[in-house]
Structures are given as C-alpha cells and as structure tokens.
C-alpha cells in the first residue's frame, strides 16, 4: 500500500430526495477507526428519528509498529434496509474513489413509497457520491508525531532544525522545553537523526 493517500478534505453533507423519501450523506475525515465509529455515532444521535442511518468507512490501521505497514479496515451496515441495498452500495463508492480514511453516513427518512433494492442502491451510492464531492477529495502523506524535549541551552538549535524542516511544531517552556512535532512519516527518521547529532544525543526523543 502506498505511503500517499486520497482521503475526504473537509466534513459536508448532501441531500436530495426520491420519491418523497430524503437522503442526506455526511462526509467526514476519519484517522481511525475509533474517529469514525465516533462520527456515526454522531450522525446517528442527531438523526435518532431518521428511518435509517447507513454508515460506511475505510480507515488505515498499522499492521504492527510504526513504519511496519497498514491494513485497510473497511465497513458497512445497511442498518435496517434489505441486504445488500444500503452499506455495500455506499461502500463501494469510496472503493471506487479509492478514497481511504474516510468515513460516510446516509441518513433516509421514509416517503412512504418502496424504491425497491436497485432503487435504494443508487440512491445509497449517488447520496454518498454527492457528499464526497461536497467534502472534497484532497492527497494525503501519513504523519508521525514525536516529542523532543531538551535543556533551555539546546532548545534554540532544536528550533532551528524544526524550522528549516517541512514540520509542523508546537514548543512549551517548563522546567525544559518540549517541542511536539508532526512530520511526514518518511521523513521522520532522519530528523529525529539531525536532533540527536546536533544536541549531541543530549535531546529525549519519544
């Protein structure tokens, strides 16, 4: 599996309806499997007297430690509907749209009319079509996050290699100063390499 990603760039949402019943599809970014069980969940509470809440998702999970690998977990639930004609349509969507790390809820509240398996499958896909292309689809590298924390008189040289890395850093001055880094993950070894040349190894990397 590759180390970039095609995954949803914002939450959204997307509505239409079908023969009196309304589809609504929630797009949302999910870097775990717990985000987005959490995100259906969500959905789910406020859309409690919705006639069903349809959820899928495709969320990486490492094989083993970090840099080790990834799996890809994948889920659907057609929640109520006749098998077959709600989550494996919604689904394959993102499958399609090989988009991972994302997660997608179609919320349907009853018309009073039966669209049939086929009829509720292509309403199911065109809801969660729509709220993608809502969401945006944006490429995504895998980030790592470590901190550094070290003595007040290594904190500058710290700095300056975080700066001059494509890294992002928050710093906190206590007793030391620990910086919290989020970096792309293949370039992760090397820096906290640049760190501990530079302070001489003096730097705590965790």
């Given at each position: 599996m590759s180390e970039a990603y095609h995954t949803i760039a914002e939450r959204n949402k997307a509505a239409f309806e079908v023969q009196g019943s309304e589809f609504v599809g929630y797009a949302a970014p999910a870097a775990t499997v717990e985000e987005a069980e959490a995100f259906v969940a969500a959905v789910e509470e406020r859309n409690a007297d919705a006639t069903h809440n349809v959820p899928c998702y495709r969320v990486r999970v490492e094989s083993g430690g970090p840099g080790t690998g990834y799996m890809l977990?994948?889920?659907?639930?057609?929640?109520?509907?006749?098998?077959?004609?709600?989550?494996?349509?919604?689904?394959?969507?993102?499958?399609?749209?090989?988009?991972?790390?994302?997660?997608?809820?179609?919320?349907?509240?009853?018309?009073?009319?039966?669209?049939?398996?086929?009829?509720?499958?292509r309403a199911y896909s065109r809801a969660v079509k729509d709220a993608v292309d809502a969401a945006g689809v944006i490429e995504q590298v895998p980030q790592e996050r470590f901190t550094v924390t070290v003595e007040y008189d290594d904190s500058g040289t710290v700095r300056g290699i975080l700066e001059s890395a494509d890294c992002e850093f928050d710093a906190e001055y206590g007793e030391d100063v620990a910086f919290d880094v989020t970096v792309a993950r293949e370039d992760a070894d090397a820096l906290r390499e640049r760190i501990a040349d530079a302070t001489s190894g003096r730097a705590a990397v965790e």
């Open positions: 977990r994948e889920y659907q639930s057609d929640d109520g509907e006749p098998t077959g004609s709600a989550g494996k349509p919604a689904l394959n969507v993102l499958q399609q749209r090989d988009v991972e790390n994302a997660v997608v809820v179609v919320t349907r509240y009853y018309g009073g009319t039966n669209l049939g398996v086929g009829g509720l499958a």
